[in-house]
């Protein structure tokens, strides 16, 4: 792939620092993205809420879907927890 890519960009590859290459199977196999998928969590949890106290989830991990619906996925996560009136600031409202 480096060398691919070096007829485009003729000296970039002394910048590379590390390569990884993976394939469907190696993805389902560490996450269990069904059919390999490289996004979302396998099990959607779309109200963002998370185990640990005020970590939350947006993206395609809450369940949204593309750029777009990543984008309306963290704004509604900030709006839902983050953006507060300063009585609640720092605890996720119940």
């Not at 490289?38 to 959607?44: A, I, R």
């Not at 619906?69 to 963290?74: A, D, F, H, I, R």
Request: proline letters at 4%; charged letters at 20%.
């Amino acid at each position: 792939m480096i060398a691919s890519a070096t007829r485009f960009v003729p000296d970039f590859q002394a910048s590379v620092v590390a390569t990884d290459f993976f394939t469907p199977r190696t993805i389902w196999r560490f996450t269990g993205h069904e059919n390999g998928a490289v996004y979302g969590c396998p099990e959607k949890c779309y109200d963002g809420t998370t185990p640990l106290k005020n970590v939350f989830l947006c993206g395609t991990d809450q369940g949204m879907v593309g750029i777009v619906g990543t984008l309306v996925s963290g704004i509604g996560i900030a709006n839902r927890y983050v953006l507060m009136n300063d009585d609640n600031r720092g605890e996720a409202k119940e």
